[in-house]
């Protein structure tokens, strides 16, 4: 029997009783009607070589060709004839091969996980305290310091399961660990259920297979470079789907109109320095401001030391990651329903409510997702569904994440001015001091002259601090109106949230179901 060596991929081999043949190049997958390679024939005894190449199923040339091979090394065409014919099939067979290859490789990796893993995965989805569990396993991650934030941006990857996913923007100053952090936290999601983007042109996004980016977490690295695609993302985070329309040619040359869909629900995170230019997409998404404390820059720099030193237990890291990678594989997408949501209402100092309370309703649905494992299945009676349900506990803990984001929500000042406000009410309780120049502030809390001149507009403009006459040919004095101006909105942020939680209190009892959803049943164990 001949056979087809294919061992080295630039130059099959394939011997026969009377020819040597090489396919010079090896061979293309792409078009299956042709199968057109480049030969170099040889005789066993002699050493005159013919290259050529041909189309194996040109039936014309293989005919041409077949008696050229005859005439030059002196043998039967039918002898050539049919030596050809049977590489013609040993290609075929390879081809198929390397095709049945390609699918396998283009396949998205999903891990399969072993049954240890997987009780293991489930056992930590039962235990107390499962959100400050979580949030412990994160900082053994790798995660330093962050607590709020840490765990709301993985409950927000999380969300990717559900029907109405969450979206965040980390946001802060250059070099303050935005992306650091959002890379980190990815680190716990599944390789399979996560896109990360550093560049993307507009129309890329149009191009994925129709379910290809559906239940993902897209990861966009700076937001300063993909202004291109926010376009189509603000789209795909609303619609949950994008389309576009493109003309197209067929084999015939024919002109036709076709639609381009890509499918959602994703789950958008991103990282950038300016917020105001993002304000469309900021809109849909929760705002994670980035830790810049000195007490931050302490930690992180510790834990920089300890990893020079050899000191860190990389080991530990890389389990407790595995571990969370493995409960979100492990948790199913199911309904959650609130049945308390109709005692929930914001504060009324929060900028666009509508958006804010449709986040705010979310993440608490979010919350409940994540711990379904502890919450008792229920189905609807009449079409069968099944769903659990929100529980006060989710609700208080809900309140305890999003206290920091209705407060930026609720503030007239970007983040960084508000960073800066608040930095200089300390610097002025240290100094126990009512009044500052620009120049002192420039010099003492290390502000650039272009900044603190934009911070200063910013907050005369808005009636955070005023100017004060100093004396004749020495420099404008500023004094800020009220100190305690951000800790009364804070204040009035948790009243608002506890009074609710007060309201559900004295109810009691969630509000009835719809009559026409039926009535509730619990699920009986098989």
């Known amino acids: 029997m001949n056979s087809l060596d294919t061992s080295n991929p630039n130059n099959y081999t394939y011997k026969a009783q009377h020819l040597h043949i090489h396919v010079l190049g090896g061979m293309k997958t792409t078009k299956l009607e042709t199968l057109r390679v480049t030969l170099?024939?040889?005789?066993?005894?002699?050493?005159?070589?013919?290259?050529?190449?041909?189309?194996l199923y040109n039936d014309n040339q293989m005919e041409k060709f077949t008696r050229k091979v005859s005439e030059r090394l002196e043998l039967g065409t039918t002898i050539v004839r049919r030596t050809l014919q049977e590489l013609t099939r040993e290609l075929?067979?390879?081809?198929?091969?390397?095709?049945?290859?390609?699918?396998?490789?283009?396949?998205?990796?999903?891990?399969?996980?072993?049954?240890?893993?997987?009780?293991?995965?489930?056992?930590?989805?039962?235990?107390?305290?499962?959100?400050e569990r979580t949030n412990e396993l994160i900082g053994r991650s790798g995660v330093i310091g962050e607590h709020t934030?840490?765990?709301?941006?993985?409950?927000?990857?999380?969300?990717?399961?559900?029907?109405?996913?969450?979206?965040?923007?980390?946001?802060?100053?250059?070099?303050?660990?935005?992306?650091?952090?959002?890379?980190?936290?990815?680190?716990?999601?599944?390789?399979?259920d996560k896109v990360e983007i550093t560049v993307l042109s507009a129309n890329a996004f149009y191009y994925f297979n129709r379910t290809e980016l559906q239940h993902k977490l897209i990861l966009i690295e700076d937001l300063d470079g993909a202004e291109s695609v926010l376009y189509p993302l603000r789209e795909l985070q609303s619609k949950k789907r994008i389309t576009k329309t493109v003309v197209h040619k067929d084999a015939k040359g024919t002109t036709k109109t076709i639609h381009l869909t890509v499918e959602g629900p994703v789950s958008v995170a991103g990282c950038t320095t300016q917020e105001s230019i993002y304000e469309d997409n900021s809109n849909r998404s929760f705002l994670l401001y980035i830790d810049e404390s000195a007490q931050q820059d302490q930690r992180i720099m510790n834990y920089q030391r300890l990893v020079s030193a050899g000191q860190v237990n990389e080991d530990e890291q890389h389990g407790a990651a595995e571990t969370l990678?493995?409960?979100?594989?492990?948790?199913?997408?199911?309904?959650?329903?609130?049945?308390?949501?109709?005692?929930?209402?914001?504060?009324?100092?929060?900028?666009k409510p509508r958006r804010t309370n449709s986040h705010y309703l979310q993440l608490i649905e979010a919350v409940t997702f994540y711990c379904q494992h502890q919450r008792q299945k229920k189905y609807d009676e009449v079409t069968g569904e099944e769903y659990v349900e929100t529980t006060i506990k989710d609700i208080r803990a809900a309140n305890e994440l999003i206290t920091d984001v209705l407060l930026r929500k609720s503030d007239t000042l970007t983040g960084a001015c508000r960073n800066h406000l608040e930095t200089l009410k300390g610097y002025l309780k240290k100094n126990a001091s009512k009044s500052f120049t620009s120049s002192e502030i420039r010099r003492n809390l290390r502000v650039k002259e272009t900044t603190l001149r934009r911070y200063n507009g910013q907050?005369?403009?808005?009636?955070?601090?005023?100017?004060?006459?100093?004396?004749?040919?020495?420099?404008h004095h500023y004094e800020i109106i009220d100190t305690n101006e951000y800790t009364g909105l804070r204040d009035q942020i948790d009243g608002a949230l506890n009074e609710c939680l007060a309201k559900i209190d004295l109810a009691g009892t969630p509000l009835p179901r719809h009559p026409q959803n039926g009535e509730v049943k619990q699920k009986r164990a098989s």
């Open 149 to 192: 934030n840490r765990l709301l941006m993985y409950l927000i990857f999380t969300s990717r399961k559900t029907n109405n996913p969450l979206h965040c923007i980390s946001l802060g100053s250059s070099g303050a660990g935005k992306t650091h952090l959002q890379s980190k936290v990815a680190e716990l999601v599944p390789e399979e």
């Open 92 to 131: 075929e067979i390879h081809r198929f091969l390397l095709l049945e290859r390609e699918q396998q490789a283009n396949l998205p990796y999903r891990k399969e996980m072993t049954a240890s893993e997987l009780r293991a995965a489930e056992t930590f989805l039962k235990k107390k305290s499962l959100l």
């Open 40 to 55: 170099s024939l040889q005789q066993s005894k002699s050493h005159d070589i013919i290259r050529h190449g041909i189309d």
């Open 325 to 351: 990678r493995n409960v979100q594989r492990v948790l199913k997408p199911i309904k959650v329903i609130n049945p308390y949501a109709m005692y929930l209402e914001l504060p009324q100092s929060v900028f």
């Open 459 to 475: 907050l005369l403009a808005e009636g955070y601090i005023r100017k004060t006459k100093g004396k004749k040919g020495q420099l």
